[in-house]
């Protein structure tokens, strides 16, 4: 049978459903006027075979809505071009070449609906079926062009297309997308609703296509490539889930999406890590209508992206008050300090950042909020210098108190120095400690201030940490403030702190004595001493001249088979000189006796027995 082409309407032309396709359509009417094949249709109204997916085709709509005998404005309804206009990017990827079908509608109603030839619509929401595309029989996409609406060019029923069933949670993509293209309420509550059509797709578009490429590492040739499975299905569901609970699932996917360098020629920055997603976002999507994406990646990367070498930010400028993190430059111009001890003070956790090292080069980045709290912290604190003018010691004791815990501070490293930095509150309060213990005597004599006690006490081998303690638990309290300032305001009594420094050193015992400290814990003189060890009733380790061990152990044994007449008469408690006399009528064995200047020996066992 040959076409007639002096043929110049048709009898029998059935009114277009509500969002029917205009190929659906065709194939339809074909189907009512017995046409075995609908592309006849085409060929009486001379018009293109593939008028879905090109955009300048209202002269073939005018044609074929006169063979229709039908306004070209009900025909235009059943295509796209006022919802994508002359954007071909729109028609080359928004629309499928061929056609998707849900088996159980097309069996229902048998009309083919418009939506289902977007490539970003996979799911028929009524029956919650993936849309088929592919036919099982003959295993090929299913043509937009078919000669019998109801089957496959390969003569398959299309009602016996497979029913393949897809999560009830993913129906609110095609409710999304009905939303914008019907102009339905937005149910939907989704910021996409708030878009054109036009808008709308190519925003889905581009974010499919990123994911695509993420994931295949190849862009899509064509439409189709969109939905040859279910696991396509799981892309476009990517791409709508980054707009729902918006901006966070936007965040998450920024998070991921800039977690991989994608661009080796840069060393750090947004390009690098965002390559021509940040490119293409600020070059394609300048619209206003698109504010709010453009909006929210720049919050998140002043919020959350922390590499903040902004290497081809030209799009946007940003206040530094406005950033969560700033370079390591900007930080080191707020602390007036060199750019290398911004990375010795975040490794130090001082506040926090991030060192990246590219090659030979490191980037740093700082939290800017982190930053700022160590700013007014370190403004709370005074340098050595100035701690020193405060307490009225010099640094080396300020350094001990520091190390011993009775002041709070720091140090940092400049040039390859370190500097001291001290809590000017903990100066004040260890200045109020000595106050508080302040007991106001002026009766008592050979006074003396704190720095000469340190000395006196350190003679003994003993910190000024210690000497602190006694003062501040009320042990050694000042009686007089003098003329100094800070902690060398206050005057001690001197014979107070030696008796101190003795009661503490009988009290002690330890592995070893020198000999000064043997000489207090006997209660005698150097000079004694030196002749008991002379004479090999102490033993002793001489280190060098002025040097002298005592081990315990030694000093011990000493004791016990030895006896001073100091230690007798405190016993007794009686004077020294008659005690002496007393003994010597006694008979007792005098073991050492240094002629004219005492130093008296006597055999413990034999004194215990008669005396005690």
Wanted: with cysteine; aromatic share 14%.
């Amino acid at each position: 049978m040959s076409v007639n082409h002096s043929i110049d309407h048709l009898l029998q032309v059935p009114p277009p459903y509500e969002c029917e396709s205009l190929t659906g359509y065709i194939q339809r009417v074909a189907l009512c006027n017995d046409y075995y094949n609908a592309n006849w249709i085409y060929s009486l109204s001379d018009v293109k075979k593939n008028l879905k997916t090109k955009f300048e085709i209202e002269k073939d709509l005018c044609k074929l809505a006169n063979l229709l005998r039908m306004d070209p404005i009900i025909l235009r309804k059943l295509t796209f071009i006022d919802d994508f206009s002359n954007q071909v990017g729109l028609y080359l990827y928004g629309i499928t070449t061929h056609s998707k079908y849900c088996p159980e509608c097309f069996m229902q109603q048998n009309y083919h609906f418009k939506l289902w030839d977007l490539s970003f619509y996979p799911i028929c929401d009524k029956h919650q079926l993936l849309l088929i595309d592919c036919c099982p029989n003959c295993h090929r996409a299913i043509s937009s062009r078919l000669q019998n609406m109801n089957k496959c060019l390969c003569g398959f029923l299309l009602e016996n297309l497979p029913r393949i069933k897809v999560k009830e949670e993913l129906s609110y993509i095609t409710r999304l997308i009905e939303d914008t293209f019907l102009r339905k309420s937005n149910s939907c509550n989704n910021i996409l609703t708030t878009l054109t059509p036009s808008d709308f797709s190519s925003l889905i578009l581009f974010i499919i296509r990123k994911l695509y490429y993420d994931k295949y590492r190849k862009f899509p040739r064509l439409s189709s490539d969109y939905n040859n499975g279910i696991e396509y299905l799981e892309i476009i569901n990517a791409a709508f889930n980054l707009f729902q609970d918006w901006p966070n699932n936007f965040y998450d996917f920024l998070d991921q999406f800039g977690s991989i360098k994608r661009r080796k020629d840069r060393k750090t920055g947004v390009s690098t890590y965002f390559g021509r997603f940040y490119i293409e976002l600020y070059a394609q999507f300048s619209n206003p209508c698109y504010n709010f994406i453009r909006f929210e990646f720049e919050r998140y990367l002043k919020k959350n992206f922390y590499r903040v070498y902004f290497n081809r930010i030209t799009n946007f400028d940003t206040n530094i008050s406005e950033k969560s993190y700033i370079s390591g430059l900007e930080a080191s111009k707020i602390l007036k300090v060199n750019h290398d001890a911004i990375a010795d003070l975040i490794i130090e956790q001082k506040f926090k950042g991030e060192i990246e090292t590219v090659g030979k080069q490191k980037f740093i980045s700082v939290d800017y909020k982190s930053l700022l709290r160590y700013k007014e912290w370190k403004k709370s604190h005074i340098n050595l210098p100035e701690a020193v003018l405060m307490l009225g010691i010099n640094r080396y004791q300020i350094i001990k108190l520091f190390e011993g815990g009775h002041l709070e501070g720091y140090k940092e490293i400049k040039a390859n120095s370190k500097h001291n930095y001290f809590n000017l509150k903990s100066i004040q309060n260890l200045v109020q400690q000595f106050e508080n213990q302040l007991c106001l005597n002026s009766e008592i004599n050979g006074l003396i201030d704190f720095n000469s006690c340190i000395h006196s006490w350190g003679t003994r081998n003993r910190s000024i940490c210690e000497l602190v303690e006694h003062i501040i638990s009320g042990n050694f309290r000042p009686i007089m403030r003098g003329a100094g300032t800070g902690l060398n305001e206050y005057l001690f009594s001197k014979k107070e702190l030696v008796n101190l420094a003795d009661n503490l050193s009988l009290r002690e015992i330890k592995v070893e004595y020198s000999l000064k400290e043997v000489c207090i814990l006997l209660g005698t003189e150097n000079r004694i001493v030196k002749h008991w060890i002379d004479e090999g009733y102490l033993k002793a380790n001489k280190v060098n001249r002025k040097i002298v061990k005592i081990n315990y152990k030694d000093l011990e044994l000493f004791k016990k088979e030895y006896i001073t007449l100091l230690e007798i008469s405190r016993k007794l408690n009686q004077n020294s000189k008659k005690l002496v006399n007393q003994i010597k009528e006694m008979g007792v064995t005098i073991v050492f006796y240094l002629d004219g200047r005492g130093g008296y020996l006597f055999l413990r066992e034999e004194i215990e027995k008669i005396l005690f």
